[in-house]
Nanobody
């Protein structure tokens, strides 16, 4: 059974930093692309960043240059380093294991809340 558990959210001042983690189990982590999404109140869930199993990365324009996605395959853990946080970054952040031909479905964590104060 695939399980994704996020941590590291919290309250930070505008301009500050946080690092989110997503611990994965029940899957061969190193074989999979992994992604971060976020959802603010009253808004649709949106893409933040993705990292391929080979380490290639891609980011939403809104976070480019401020956020860094990374992975530690030995620890089965995905990270999101968030710097220069803005009030509009406040949201629940989710990690996602995208569907594969084998799984046929996306897997999501329970989310971790990020609050940015002005």
């Amino acid at each position: 059974q695939v399980q994704l558990v996020e941590s590291g959210g919290g309250l930070v001042q505008s301009g500050g930093s946080l690092r989110l983690s997503c611990a994965a189990s029940g899957t061969i982590f190193s074989f999979n692309d992994m992604a971060w999404y976020r959802q603010a109140p009253g808004k649709e869930r949106e893409f933040v960043a993705v990292i391929s199993r080979g380490g290639a990365t891609n980011y939403a324009d809104s976070v480019k240059g401020r956020f860094t996605i990374s992975r530690d395959n030995a620890k089965n853990t995905l990270y999101l380093q968030m710097n220069v946080l803005k009030p509009e970054d406040a949201a629940v952040y989710y990690c996602k294991l995208p569907r594969t031909v084998v799984s046929g479905k996306d897997y999501w964590g329970q989310g971790t809340q990020v609050t940015v104060s002005t």
